[in-house]
């Protein structure tokens, strides 16, 4: 869950997002196989040093396989709030990319065939600032086409409010 007292003065979060489940499917059959094949290799040996090594490597792949995959899935999020469209991602070094609402230019998404089955998707946001850091592609996310809609409403509200804004001002400024 995103940070309340990270948000601005009147934002409020819209929609929050970690990448699709099965990010993390082929990392638990794989521990579930490896854990399988390790105590079965366990009971193969009397030998207290193979033992020990059998445990260790059960204890490494296990690590590599599942908590890595876990974490890095627990410290991805896509936060899409009235103002901004928020991305952190990092177990201990963070990389974070924030696009304001109004700089949306283009969403699109791409759904391959097995998303569709599991339903989830690439999305890229693009946006009015300049370069290759400018653009924001969110890769695995539950229900890309729903994102899409929710972004473009998004901008759609915050463009309606910069209008009322300015008109509310330029009314103050004529009176």
Do not use: C
């Not at 059959?29 to 079965?40: M, S, Y």
């Not at 020990?52 to 490597?57: D, F, M, Q, S």
């Not at 991805?76 to 949306?104: L, Q």
């Not at 690439?122 to 890309?144: F, L």
Request: net charge neutral; hydrophobic share 45%.
């Amino acid at each position: 869950m995103y940070p309340a007292e990270l948000l601005g003065r009147n934002e409020e979060i819209t929609m929050e997002l970690r990448p699709h489940w099965r990010a993390l499917f082929f990392p638990i059959v794989f521990t579930i196989i490896f854990l399988g094949a390790g105590g079965w290799a366990y009971t193969l040996f009397d030998n207290v040093a193979a033992r020990w090594v059998i445990l260790i490597g059960v204890f490494i792949a296990s690590v590599i396989w599942i908590v890595k995959p876990v974490a890095i899935w627990l410290s991805t999020e896509y936060v899409f709030t009235t103002e901004r469209i928020i991305t952190r991602s990092g177990i201990i070094a963070k990389k974070g990319i924030d696009i304001p609402v109004s700089k949306v230019v283009n969403v699109s998404f791409k759904i391959s065939i097995l998303g569709r089955m599991l339903n989830y998707g690439d999305i890229k946001i693009e946006s009015a600032g300049e370069g290759d850091d400018s653009d924001v592609y969110i890769h695995s996310i539950p229900n890309p086409q729903a994102v899409q809609r929710e972004v473009y409403k998004l901008h759609d509200e915050d463009d309606s409010r910069r209008r009322r804004r300015a008109y509310d001002g330029m009314k103050d400024r004529d009176n």
